[in-house]
């Protein structure tokens, strides 16, 4: 008996996929690419789960633009490996010297028009890279998913940048919109129906990174067991409950942690779990711990080795949507 194929396209549910076009986004996308055009410095705001990053890869994207780098400011979060990551050739530098590299970073600015996007700014070591940068005439835009996080810049940077993006969560008829539109490609056309993705996109609560997530974590439960369909049973419990069933100890104190910071490095969170869990247990334990509740859906773990990331989806205030699920890690 052959196995129940329900995922026939998987890396349109995956983190990295980047859609032909952005529902329900037109606006804002027309926007970013007339101030790309224009050398506006933009800074975008919006919720976790409201397309900040999507949208602006969909710009690099269409722009066709060489000169136009990405920058996750969670895993490059020192000046050094920012500007590593913003110069292609920066790996021929051994030394690490910053100076070097603003040197090079200088030169390449004075040939073209760099911009360079920094995503979840926020987390950058020293906000002084952006001021660095800036300084050398290369423009900029700056992700974050609330206001307030504005201010870790200084006023030079704040005064150069004329224009704010701001997006809202998406409604339940827009992340059902989405939503149907990606299952039709990933998923086999029996395997869902449109009650389990109203059902998915009104618990979400705009938040799409979690709505997709989810939908690809069922798909996989249903696929693994053998199954021809997708079942509202098959959703994480995650959007039923504030209260985690079936976790250890020592589950709930990194759970504890990833709502505290969102966002963290293994290695973090680690340090962080030793200093909490009383007693705590080795590297061992806690991988399969992490493991575990990757698999339960309560968290998503990026990368590998030391430069994996574990990340929990939290709402911004007013969402009032409290703990919710990203899917499962991406062996």
């Known amino acids: 008996m052959m196995d129940a194929e329900i995922i026939v396209n998987a890396g349109v549910l995956s983190r990295d996929y980047l859609p032909k076009r952005l529902l329900y986004r037109e606006k804002e996308l027309k926007q970013l690419k007339d101030n790309i055009g224009n050398r506006v410095n933009t800074i975008m705001f919006g919720p976790f789960g409201s397309g900040k990053t999507t949208l602006v890869k969909r710009a690099i994207e269409d722009l066709k633009s060489e000169d136009i780098r990405y920058v996750d400011c969670t895993l490059y979060d020192t000046s050094f490996s920012v500007l590593r ?27 073209k028009r760099l911009w360079i996007c920094f995503d979840n700014f926020v987390r950058l070591k020293d906000p002084g890279i952006i001021t660095k940068v800036m300084t050398l005439g290369i423009n900029v835009i700056l992700i974050s998913n609330v206001e307030r996080n504005a ?46 993705l109203v059902k998915i996109s009104e618990r979400a ?8 997530n989810v939908l690809r974590t069922a798909a996989i439960k249903a696929q693994g067991e053998n199954r021809e369909r997708i079942e509202i ?12 069933r079936n976790l250890s100890k020592d589950e709930r104190v990194l ?48 990368g590998t080795n030391k430069w994996r990331v574990y990340e929990l989806s939290e709402p911004d205030e007013g969402t009032g949507f409290r703990i919710s699920n990203r899917g499962c890690s991406e062996a």
């Open 85 to 111: 990551e913003m110069l292609p050739s920066a790996k021929l530098i051994l030394q690490r010297s910053i100076y070097e590299l603003i040197k090079k970073l200088d030169k390449e600015a004075k040939q």
């Open 151 to 196: 201010d870790v810049l200084n006023l030079n940077v704040l005064s150069n940048i004329p224009c704010i993006v701001k997006l809202s969560n998406y409604t339940t008829e827009q992340s059902f919109g989405i939503l149907r539109e990606r299952a039709q490609e990933a998923l086999a056309k029996s395997s869902f129906t449109d009650e389990l």
């Open 205 to 212: 609560k705009g938040n799409m990174a979690l709505a997709i």
């Open 233 to 244: 049973t098959d959703l994480p419990e995650t959007l039923y409950s504030d209260n985690p």
């Open 255 to 302: 759970l504890d942690i990833l709502k505290e910071k969102r966002r963290l490095l293994a290695g973090e969170l680690f340090a962080l779990y030793r200093q909490r869990a009383n007693p705590s247990r080795g590297e061992r334990s806690f991988r399969n711990y992490m493991e575990n509740l990757c698999s339960k859906g309560f968290v998503r773990a990026i």
